[in-house]
């Protein structure tokens, strides 16, 4: 990182068009994430397990989802245009999550016949999470301080989701023989993903240059550290390292499941942009 | 009320930002929570920065406009500017000890002092003050309470996580 490099207010950045390009580029990254899980999250209320699991999955969706709005606000203040419309109207192309968020909660629909797995649910959100401490860490050290500041903020918070999701991790893991082998199948189905979440996207270069996170590489061994001794601390078997996706959700890259979601979050807002809520 | 020379003009509006409550846990006022982190008055506009608990908190809007309310009464106020700013981060530790018997009050255990999160998180029961309780469900009705229940007094209550 260029450590000298400090930029503390959205004014101050917009002075700065290279800055601002890369700063805004991994804006959406870090928002798109949080705002695509938080919904697959919420499409999972009234399904969990049981109503404590309903009321802690959606309480940790809501806060996630307040995550994102903070980075889209961040975003406003830069001059995207209006968080509102930066989560609901953009097109499915314009996003920069990562395609592991966008993934559906399983077969069926939220209404009808929903046949959700709740294995991926958590095996998504425990690793998404361990990514997630990541990250954080390195931006609490953003040359872009309003950026360092709200992360120091949301690492507090993100530490009872993880404590939460680790209890779900260790009990499917020394469980019966159908829940570990759920488990080994949907860990599969992550690790297909999970790659995508360590790519900073085809302006990495100038996002690393400016110090505003730390590069891929360094990025991804920490995550390789903490995943591995999750593994071993819940007597999995270590699957190896995730390869690099197809798709490349940081390129704008996504399958049709991102473009379904939109849809169906955006529906009520597009027929009212204006009104008031 | 109308705005005074001097000093005393921020001492008026932290008086009355003790009338705003959490909209979740009415007996308890912002000020209380350790949610306001400054006020200042620049001719006719006031200025207060709030600390949000948790980001996540639908409660915000409600806190933002409730505030724009109370102040704006006041005599020559023109603009209640209300921002919501994460430096210092809200911590747990920041709730004054009124606070924290108000919320024993209203049935919510406080979150202890100078927490660590690798430290046990002991609960006493706000009810009959046992420590005899046990964890139901890490996240309540809001992200910043915790479901709990008293093995001594046979009630469940609520506790506030320690960030």
């Known amino acids: 990182m260029v450590s000298s490099l400090r930029i503390e207010s959205a004014e101050q950045a917009m002075q700065n068009p290279e800055y601002l390009t890369a700063l805004k580029e991994l804006l959406f990254q870090v928002a798109d994430d949080d705002f695509i899980l938080a919904h697959r999250g919420s499409e999972w209320l009234g399904l969990a397990p049981h109503i404590e699991e309903d009321v802690a999955f959606s309480s940790m969706s809501q806060d996630m989802m307040g995550h994102a709005v903070m980075f889209y606000e961040m975003l406003e203040a830069l001059g995207a245009g209006k968080a509102d419309d930066l989560a609901q109207l953009r097109k499915p192309e314009d996003f920069r999550n990562a395609v592991l968020v966008e993934r559906m909660n399983?077969?069926?629909?939220?209404?009808?016949?929903?046949?959700?797995?709740?294995?991926?649910?958590?095996?998504?959100?425990?690793?998404?999470?361990?990514?997630?401490?990541?990250?954080?860490?390195?931006?609490?050290?953003?040359?872009?301080?309003?950026?360092?500041?709200?992360?120091?903020?949301?690492?507090?918070?993100?530490?009872?989701?993880?404590?939460?999701?680790?209890?779900?991790?260790?009990?499917?893991?020394?469980?019966?023989?159908?829940?570990?082998?759920?488990?080994?199948?949907?860990?599969?189905?992550?690790?297909?993903?999970?790659?995508?979440?360590?790519?900073?996207?085809?302006?990495?270069?100038?996002?690393?240059?400016?110090?505003?996170?730390?590069?891929?590489?360094?990025?991804?061994?920490?995550?390789?550290?903490?995943?591995?001794?999750?593994?071993?601390?819940?007597?999995?078997?270590?699957?190896?390292?995730?390869?690099?996706?197809?798709?490349?959700?940081?390129?704008?890259?996504?399958?049709?499941?991102?473009?379904?979601?939109?849809?169906?979050?955006?529906?009520?807002?597009?027929?009212?942009?204006?009104?008031?809520? | 009320m109308a705005l005074q020379e001097g000093l005393l003009q921020e001492d008026v509006f932290w008086n009355l930002l003790e009338e705003v409550k959490d909209p979740e846990i009415p007996a308890v006022s912002m000020v209380e929570m350790g949610m306001i982190n400054k006020v200042s008055v620049e001719d006719d506009v006031v200025s207060v920065e709030v600390l949000p608990t948790f980001v996540g908190c639908p409660a915000l809007e409600i806190m933002k406009s409730a505030i724009v309310k109370k102040l704006g009464t006041v005599e020559g106020v023109r603009e209640v500017q209300v921002n919501f700013v994460f430096e210092p981060a809200w911590s747990s530790d920041r709730i004054s000890d009124s606070g924290r018997e108000k919320l024993r009050e209203f049935g919510i255990a406080s979150p202890p002092c100078k927490h660590r999160i690798e430290e046990p998180w002991e609960v006493k029961c706000p009810y009959c003050g046992s420590s005899h309780t046990t964890m139901e469900n890490l996240f309540g009705p809001t992200a910043c309470r915790s479901i709990l229940y008293c093995k001594h007094c046979k009630n469940p209550f609520e506790a506030m996580k320690p960030i």
């Not at chain 1, 050290?141 to 309003?146: C, D, G, R, V």
């Not at chain 1, 918070?157 to 893991?173: F, G, K, N, P």
């Not at chain 1, 993903?193 to 991804?220: C, M």
Request: net charge negative.
């Open chain 1, 106 to 277: 399983g077969t069926g629909d939220y209404i009808e016949e929903p046949h959700y797995d709740w294995a991926y649910a958590i095996a998504r959100c425990y690793f998404y999470g361990l990514f997630k401490e990541v990250r954080s860490e390195s931006l609490a050290n953003s040359s872009y301080l309003p950026l360092a500041q709200v992360s120091r903020k949301t690492m507090t918070e993100h530490r009872y989701h993880m404590i939460h999701w680790q209890v779900w991790m260790s009990q499917l893991a020394n469980s019966t023989e159908e829940a570990r082998n759920r488990l080994a199948n949907a860990l599969g189905k992550v690790w297909d993903d999970i790659g995508g979440l360590f790519i900073l996207g085809p302006l990495a270069a100038s996002i690393v240059k400016h110090g505003l996170i730390e590069g891929e590489e360094l990025l991804t061994q920490r995550w390789l550290e903490k995943a591995k001794k999750a593994f071993d601390t819940f007597g999995l078997t270590w699957i190896g390292k995730p390869k690099t996706p197809e798709l490349n959700g940081r390129a704008g890259q996504h399958t049709q499941e991102l473009a379904d979601a939109i849809d169906t979050l955006s529906e009520v807002y597009r027929l009212d942009p204006a009104a008031n809520w």
